[in-house]
């Protein structure tokens, strides 16, 4: 066995002082599933995910108390920006991080961004006024650019039999990471006034009282942001020259016979234009058309089920939406390791994206007429819907991750990434304003004889639901064959 290893490595062209070399040689003396690279990238993940909607379960109250809206329904409008703040930020930062991440490496690049989050989330929850939240916000969205280049670190760290459950474990980390910081803002949120024999209200915690919950992320962010100093670099670098991130951007896709050297240290052929690749832009663009409708629905989600019941809301607490969640994580996380790389294996990403695009129709018609219930139907009612709901967007999500991934050779994935993620940015910058504009409109409608209040609420969701789905159909979604 050590013959064949010592073999295979003779046969590599490695480079005694390239980062990204070592890795390659440790990879290919590795036995076993790397269980520590996974948690390593999945607790990383993790820390990412969790500030981006811990806001949400207490964003409505928060911004009630900063007074800057004159009337209750105005609300949303406010909130929608502050929630929209942190996308807009990375929006127009993503495809920098990712020429930072080819050019210095990738985990630079997940150091600042963790660090970002211990310092920026930290402020957002001492936030004195409306301002100082929407610019904390948008910081730390525009710092924080890790997850474009985490997905190419995950196509590099692992073997090549291992690179799907890699992926697998930057959705399966993001999505619950979606679910556990809204638990957290819901649980921690206004300390002083749910926990009195803890927090006084004298104390920081309630004179601020959505500090806790961003304090509580921004530690756990902290020693992430110390241990992954101790990850291995994997980007190589060589004596012979890099093409560069705007090259392969705007290279032409035919007609070149040229070699490149790829992320393994050999020989590859020319770098083809993303811009042209089509099973990569339609899967992008699919994405973006999903990320918009989750961004959209997880904003909705928290502010109708915390308005009130005159309004078309359920009249929830913050701890009532956060206990929600937390059910969704835990049935997320069960779904993602035990049931999604079956029926993926079966169906296919293009299939289980659609069917689960298609589920979630009827699922979302059923929302409006919750409010009618109370007590125990409504508490199982909304707790199913909203594990299923969450099950379905992390399945389209997980889904179009691998189609991407596989539209693109390895040595073009972090500036295929960083693409990917700046379009998926400006569609979720949008989900939170426009929902919550689209919130407050609906709150003035509630006599209209068509589709009054929540119902034309959540039949806008259906509507942007619809549209992803027929994108995922030929000719607009294709699969690349290799």
């Known amino acids: 066995m050590e013959d064949e290893h010592k073999q295979t490595l003779l046969k590599k062209d490695f480079y005694e002082n ?5 890795v390659d040689q440790l990879k290919e003396m590795e036995q076993g599933l790397p269980i520590k690279k996974l948690f390593s990238i999945w607790i ?34 406010y909130a929608g920006y502050v929630g929209c703040s942190f996308m807009l930020g990375r929006a127009l930062t993503s495809f920098l991080w990712g020429m930072i991440a080819d050019q210095y490496g990738r985990k630079p690049v997940m150091i600042i961004g963790i660090s970002t989050v211990v310092i920026f989330n930290t402020l957002f929850g001492l936030s004195v006024n409306y301002w100082m939240a929407l610019s904390t916000r948008f910081l730390l969205g525009s710092l924080n650019g890790l997850l474009g280049p985490i997905k190419a670190y995950a196509s590099e760290i692992f073997r090549q039999e291992y690179q799907a459950l890699g992926i697998s474990a930057i959705s399966s980390a993001w999505g619950i990471g979606l679910i556990i910081g809204p638990a957290l803002g819901g649980f921690l949120a206004q300390p002083a006034d749910k926990y009195p024999a803890i927090f006084s209200q004298e104390s920081v915690f309630g004179r601020f009282p959505y500090f806790l919950p961003c304090l509580c992320i921004s530690v756990i962010a902290f020693v992430v942001a110390i241990l992954t100093f101790s990850l291995p670099e994997t ?6 020259p890099r093409e560069d991130s705007f090259e392969v951007l705007e290279s032409a896709s035919h007609g070149s016979n040229a070699k490149t050297e790829d992320s393994e240290g050999g020989e ?13 832009m339609s899967s992008i663009i699919t994405y ?26 359920l009249g929830f607490t913050t701890d009532n939406v956060g206990t929600i969640l937390a059910i969704s994580g835990c049935g997320l996380l069960v779904f993602q390791i035990s049931v999604y790389p079956f029926v993926e294996k079966l169906l296919g990403p293009i299939m289980v994206s659609r069917l689960a695009g298609l589920l979630s129709i009827p699922l979302l018609a059923c929302y ?7 007590g125990l139907s409504l508490t199982i009612l909304i707790n199913c819907a909203s594990v299923l709901k969450n099950i379905i967007s992390l399945t389209i999500v997980t889904g179009l991750f691998i189609l991407q991934n596989k539209a693109v050779d390895q040595n073009q994935r972090g500036v295929a990434n960083g693409i990917a993620m700046t379009a998926m940015s400006l569609f979720k910058a949008a989900g939170p ?13 509630q006599d209209a004889s068509f589709l009054p209040g929540t119902q034309m609420l959540f039949f806008l969701l259906n509507v942007i639901t619809a549209i992803g789905v027929l994108l995922t159909f030929k000719p607009f979604l294709v699969e690349r064959q290799n």
């Open 433 to 445: 304003a426009g929902g919550g504009a689209l919130f407050s409109w609906t709150q003035e409608r």
């Open 268 to 280: 590859s052929t020319s770098k083809k234009s993303l811009i042209k690749n089509w099973p990569l």
């Open 288 to 313: 973006s058309v999903f990320s918009l409708h989750d961004m959209a629905y997880t904003e909705i989600f928290s502010l109708w089920a915390e308005s009130p019941r005159r309004t078309g809301g």
């Open 18 to 22: 390239c980062p990204g070399c070592k």
């Open 235 to 240: 980007l190589h670098i060589h004596d012979k």
């Open 44 to 77: 990383v993940v993790l820390c990412a995910a969790l500030p981006i909607s811990s806001l949400f379960p207490f964003l409505y109250f928060m911004i009630r108390d900063f007074k800057i809206a004159e009337r209750e329904e105005d609300v949303g409008y």
């Open 368 to 374: 409006p007429y919750m409010s009618m219930l109370t």
